[in-house]
């Protein structure tokens, strides 16, 4: 079957007459959330795919390498998936018909870590990337309104910024700062595990100020991923490098209106239950809840992120990507295959769908 | 840990009494398998650090009085090393991980030949050549493939050929710094132990390193090779060892490892009827693969350059697919083990 003949077959098993509109015109039948994933095959062929939170998937688009997340535009009926650590490309999809619109390549000199974001008018696109000539990690910005053309790179002021978001004031945006180089020459190989310097930090997207810079509690806590709230907080997730018999904390909370940083400790068998490694944060805008998966433990973790407070830890196998949905739920990933709902009422994740595939690290709104 | 993971943490505050309780009872029979696997790499790595001992020392001897009865000792003491190191490679996890040791001890793949550029840079600078100054740089420079450049490539040889000056400080520093991680490695084994012992997860995470390792050792260390993975040409030089036309008997060398250091553990673990003629299969097939290896004529190289040769690669891919089929198919199904895709290489 042919791409396009898949996405035609897809989109009419939801509603007929299927327009350029689709997605809009069937939001009634559909349930609220779509999202964007990269995805392998047992084969080990890569692709993007876009499904719904039934499980359904609307269209899958192949691809010439591993890739990680990405962002949707606000308004362009695009989104933005980009290649994973050490790819250089940027692939913008046109989320409406399931096709590529374009693919940007990083530079001389730079390579992707896997993460953009845009920002609020869409204009603009900001996406992590390392130098690696010298190692300093930047934003690169793109002009979204523009082709995509280079504008600019920010420098974070550390190495191997990672997942990147918008403040909800629109002007500043919070970065996730790995502190591991690497070098595409070395592959994927961490390259200064002794004296790495992971931070949090908090930037001005126009001038590139550094505004503030939170280091985590031991320099072997890399800090990847992270979510915010409409009301500033900030969760991020570690994933630590050091000793496997230390259990130190994974979880850092910001609050961007005091600047208050604080990490969140859980007991130790608690802690020990993550596996030092946590893949990615969903705070839910519904609710006060915040999801962090982690795959080395096989569980995701729930957590008021106003309080700080451990909610609870629920079991789901090898989980990667997690969203938030309207109804206060969460649906997370499984490299196995699984898309599973999450509630905080329950110890147990449902099984909304399996597909033959492995659905990577994570999962970005559509 | 599946029970104690379907525990909300609420339920986990009021019932954490009775589960350690319930630990400390089942905990002698869990941990036997661990306890056979640590002991049995407690053997690898210390046949490591005594190999990469003797190694050191082949090369200070060699450098300080070269002669080809010594060559011939330094060269026969690289193979050893290595193959100590390819009988423990499997191993990805506890201190292996902590400073790169895996790599520093193996830079491999290298498909930018990243080991003859920057051990060429090392002989044709000037800065003072040491262990410590070693240590500063790239893990490429730092292990097994430096060395062999060094012993066994003519490109090597034409810059600077050993026994000279620089040729033999970058040996025996290569050497020294070997012998020091795997001095390292051993002690931190041990360190290791009651974390290891005591952290059920290990159980799975020691099956998956040696489904993994098979799993590297078919697809990229033979099946790469021959055209089979990747590009279909077939490319010698994607071979690990190439350099000393050892990439056969370096594989074989990691399968002795498997059956040494891997099979005791899975025995304690896979005490049902069904689960030991599981271990005894692949105890088999390791054995059948290991005779058909030491049979071989002739390495890689030679035996991709003909027809002939490259049916014997056959045969021999088919018994190493056998292995893995048992291994991450009936064996990993029998004891539930699925194959963590975020989990094993996430980002």
């Known amino acids: 079957m042919q791409r396009r003949d898949f996405i035609q077959f897809s989109l009419l098993g939801i509603a007929a007459f299927c327009s350029a509109h689709s997605f809009a015109a069937s939001s009634r039948e559909l349930p609220d959330l779509r999202f964007l994933s990269s995805v392998d095959t047992a084969l080990g062929e890569h692709f993007i795919v876009a499904a719904n939170s039934n499980g359904r998937e609307l269209f899958r688009l192949p691809v010439a390498e591993r890739c990680h997340s990405g962002c949707l535009h606000p308004n362009a009926g695009q989104a933005v998936i980009m290649s994973r650590r050490p790819g250089k490309n940027l692939y913008v999809i046109n989320i409406l018909e399931g096709t590529l619109d374009a693919l940007v390549e990083a530079g001389d000199g730079f390579h992707f870590y896997g993460h953009g974001v845009f920002s609020e008018d869409g204009s603009r696109f900001y996406a992590t990337a390392n130098h690696y000539p010298s190692g300093a990690g930047q934003i690169r910005v793109y002009a979204a309104d ?20 918008l403040h909800p004031d629109g002007q500043r945006l919070v970065v996730a700062l790995g502190g591991i180089k690497t070098h595409p020459d070395y592959g994927r190989i961490k390259l200064n595990l002794q004296s790495m310097q992971p931070a949090l930090i908090v930037m001005d997207r126009h001038s590139g100020e550094v505004l503030q810079h939170c280091e985590p509690s031991h320099h072997q806590l890399s800090c990847h991923h992270l979510d915010i709230s409409r009301d500033g907080i900030v969760i991020a997730g570690y994933q630590f490098e050091g000793e496997k018999w230390q259990t130190p904390p994974l979880i850092a909370r910001l609050d961007t209106n005091t600047g208050d940083f604080s990490e969140i400790a859980l007991a130790e068998h608690e802690q020990a239950m993550l596996g030092n490694y946590t893949a990615s944060v969903a705070i839910n805008p519904h609710s006060t809840v915040a999801a962090i998966t982690a795959p080395r433990g096989n569980c995701v973790m729930l957590l008021d992120y106003r309080s700080g407070q451990p909610m609870g830890v629920v079991s789901v196998p090898d989980p990667g990507g997690v969203l938030a949905e309207r109804d206060g739920s969460f649906v997370v990933s499984s490299g196995h295959g699984g898309l599973y709902r999450v509630r905080t009422s329950a110890t147990e994740p449902e099984l909304i769908t399996h597909h033959t595939l492995r659905w990577d690290n994570h999962l970005t709104r559509a | 840990m599946p029970s104690l993971s379907n525990l909300s943490l609420r339920t986990l505050k009021w019932g954490s009494t009775a589960l350690l ?305 048992l291994l991450s198919g009936n064996i990993a199904s029998q004891l539930g083990i699925i194959r963590g895709f975020n989990s094993s290489d996430g980002d």
């Not at chain 1, 082709?147 to 420098?155: A, T």
């Not at chain 2, 056979?36 to 005594?50: D, S």
Request: glycine share 6%; hydrophobic share 40%; proline share 5%.
């Open chain 2, 21 to 325: 309780a319930a630990s400390f009872c089942t905990s002698a029979w869990a941990q036997a398998p661990r306890e056979a696997w640590h002991g049995a790499l407690t053997e690898g790595y210390a046949a490591l650090a005594t190999s990469t001992a003797n190694l050191d020392q082949a090369a200070t001897t060699y450098c300080a009085t070269p002669s080809a009865e010594q060559r011939e000792a330094l060269e026969s003491a690289w193979f050893s090393a290595f193959d100590s190191w390819q009988a423990v490679r499997f191993v990805d996890f506890g201190p292996i991980e902590q400073d790169n040791l895996s790599w520093q001890f193996q830079f491999w793949p290298d498909a930018k030949n990243t080991v003859a550029r920057k051990v060429n840079l090392w002989l044709g600078g000037e800065q003072a050549i040491g262990i410590d100054q070693l240590r500063a740089d790239s893990v490429a420079v730092k292990g097994f493939p430096a060395l062999e450049y060094l012993l066994f490539d003519p490109q090597a040889a034409r810059t600077q050929p050993l026994p000279e000056k620089r040729a033999c400080e970058l040996v025996t520093a290569i050497s020294s710094l070997l012998q020091h991680n795997a001095a390292h490695l051993q002690e931190q084994w041990q360190a290791f132990r009651p974390h290891y012992l005591g952290t059920e997860q290990f159980q799975n995470t020691t099956v998956l390193a040696a489904m993994h390792g098979l799993d590297i050792l078919r697809n990229k260390r033979l099946a790469a090779p021959m055209g089979l993975e990747g590009k279909p040409r077939r490319n010698p030089y994607i071979a690990d060892a190439w350099r000393s036309e050892h990439s056969l008997a370096g594989i074989r060398a990691s399968l002795v490892g498997l059956q040494q250091y891997f099979l005791p553990g899975l025995r304690e673990l896979m005490v049902d009827a069904e689960g030991s003629e599981l271990v005894e299969r692949l105890d088999q097939q390791l054995t059948a693969t290991i005779a058909r290896l030491e049979q071989q004529p002739a390495d890689m190289q030679t035996l991709l350059a003909n027809d002939d040769g490259y049916r014997t690669l056959q045969l021999i891919f088919i018994e190493i697919d056998k292995l893995n089929q």
């Open chain 1, 146 to 165: 523009d082709g995509y053309r280079h504008m600019q790179d920010l420098p974070v002021g550390g190495m191997d910024p990672h997942e990147l978001r």
